[in-house]
């Protein structure tokens, strides 16, 4: 009787199956490594082309390349940038930074005109 109440208590807590657990445990494990290895590799490289994109427009916002495209940064007496022809007065020394070295300046005369710095027409 001991006998089989024992035999019935080792199937109850499944006794007679963990010899095989570790086996399907390891099976387990090995099949979502299968799996894992590249979903971590697709998003390493999804984040990489992601972080390179933000630095091409990282690098498109630079001062630095607009300067490269030919543009000017022209700075007043007191260092501060120049915006717009009105705020300069002739005789003016002004400081005008290139992609490649500056360049001192003094203004001759000033042509207060519209957006593109010609004479706006009057409608």
């Given at each position: 009787g001991a006998r089989g109440r024992l035999d019935a208590l080792a199937r109850a807590y499944g006794l007679r199956e963990f010899p095989r657990l570790p086996a399907r445990r390891r099976e387990t494990v090995v099949a979502l490594s299968r799996r894992l290895t590249p979903a971590a590799v697709a998003g390493v490289l999804?984040?990489?082309r992601r972080l390179a994109a933000l630095e091409d427009q990282l690098r498109a916002l630079s001062p630095r390349a607009?300067?490269?495209r030919g543009f000017a940064l022209v700075r007043g007496p007191d260092g501060a940038l120049v915006r717009g022809a009105a705020a300069l007065g002739a005789g003016e020394r002004l400081t005008?930074?290139?992609?490649?070295?500056e360049a001192d300046a003094v203004?001759?005369?000033v042509r207060k005109g519209g957006r593109h710095g010609?004479?706006?027409d009057a409608r």
């Open positions: 999804t984040e990489r607009v300067l490269e005008i930074e290139f992609a490649r070295g203004v001759e005369s010609r004479e706006e």
